[in-house]
């Protein structure tokens, strides 16, 4: 962990900023998280008081209990409360009150965030071996994403990684499923429907440069920013899964959804190193068990809902499903010498082993 001495203090004015966000709305309020010294002294206090010891979790998405970020959030709170007797409870923060994925896990590496629910991308900036996970098409199907996130061999050592240079511990990888490209301008059934859009992206190298592959115009921004460049035509579109789209109501703002499935949208749910150690052993345990439920419940859910979620976005947007996906597979294929030997050989060849296997 001594890399992070030195991140924190580069860090210090970002931190300062997340801490004093959180005067919008929200499901939970946004008072800055404990500080590992801090925690320790409030469990101390807790146990001799036996008030509950609260902690904050944070995502980017909205609020609703029926937003996938929020369910699996939900689920974790209500569990870990039940394992505790309600002695540790938690706070979830939505709607990008901690601030962007990127800034919470900055927060989690200098102990000033508690924990986070975050795309893969977000870790992916952190540690480059998370960015295999941000190939394009390297799963065909749930079953496969769920394979590799399940396999303690490929998935240990990138957590135990994160853990000792980052200090972030991951507690479990959900589903928050497949992302497809959404526009003003045109159904996508091929790469010739994508050229010369303006195509917002989360900020990942990989990502961009699929969608130069593809050939479309890619641009980052915030993902709190989307909403409205979409709606003053600042880009063309952009690209998320069913749930989150959804939960969004970007119909409000995009006409057409098309199911290209170019990338699965892993869900990190994870706590700070320093929370983490401010826990007893049989705390820590709890809080595991808890992001199991949660990790559980979240794919049975989405798998049950995402269904109704599209058909209903189909009464407000025009939805397509992209029956040959064979132009768009063959364009993002062209990227993977480039960052395999980036990311890792031996990482990239774990994952796609697994998924051969599952073929």
Same mark, same amino acid.
């Given at each position: ?61 909205? !609020? ?75 799963? !065909? ?35 928050? !499923? ?25 900020? #990942? ?92 419940? #979240? ?61």
């Amino acid at each position: 962990m001594k890399k992070n001495i030195i991140r924190a203090a580069v860090s210090i004015i970002t931190a300062s900023s997340i801490l004093l966000m959180g005067c919008g709305s929200g499901s939970g309020s946004a008072a800055p998280a404990t500080s590992a010294a801090a925690a320790a002294e409030t469990t101390a206090a807790a146990a001799s008081s036996g008030d509950a010891r609260k902690i904050q979790l944070g995502h980017v998405n909205p !609020g609703k209990e029926e937003d996938n970020l929020q369910h699996m959030s939900l689920t974790f709170a209500d569990k870990l409360n039940e394992l505790s007797g309600g002695k540790i409870q938690v706070d979830i923060v939505a709607d990008s009150q901690l601030g962007s994925e990127r800034e919470m896990l900055e927060g989690m590496e200098m102990g000033t965030v508690d924990m986070a629910l975050t795309t893969n991308s977000a870790v992916g900036a952190l540690d480059k071996e998370f960015q295999v996970f941000d190939f394009p098409y390297i799963f !065909g199907n749930r079953e496969q994403a769920y394979a590799v996130f399940d396999d303690a061999e490929i998935m240990d050592p990138m957590a135990q990684k994160l853990y000792d240079e980052y200090a972030i511990k991951l507690l479990v990888v959900g589903d928050n !499923g497949f992302r497809n490209m959404m526009n003003n301008v045109r159904p996508v059934n091929t790469v010739e429907d994508v050229k010369g859009m303006k195509i917002r992206l989360m900020e #990942n190298a990989i990502q961009s440069d699929c969608f130069k592959a593809f050939g479309a115009s890619p641009t980052t921004m915030a993902f709190s920013e989307v909403y409205t460049a979409c709606q003053q035509g600042t880009v063309d579109g952009f690209e998320l899964p069913i749930a989150s789209t959804y939960s969004g109501s970007y119909w409000e703002v995009i006409k057409y959804y098309s199911l290209t499935e170019h990338l699965f949208t892993p869900l990190n749910m994870m706590m700070s190193a320093q929370t983490w150690e401010s826990f007893t052993e049989e705390e820590q345990g709890w809080i595991q068990a808890a992001a199991d439920a949660a990790k559980e419940e #979240n794919r049975r859910y989405i798998q049950e809902k995402e269904q109704g979620w599209l058909e209903e976005m189909g009464t407000h947007m025009e939805v397509n499903t992209v029956e040959d996906k064979s132009t768009f597979i063959e364009a993002a294929q062209s990227i993977y010498p480039t960052y395999a030997g980036d990311v890792g050989e031996e990482i990239v060849k774990k994952v796609q082993d697994k998924v051969a296997s599952l073929q």
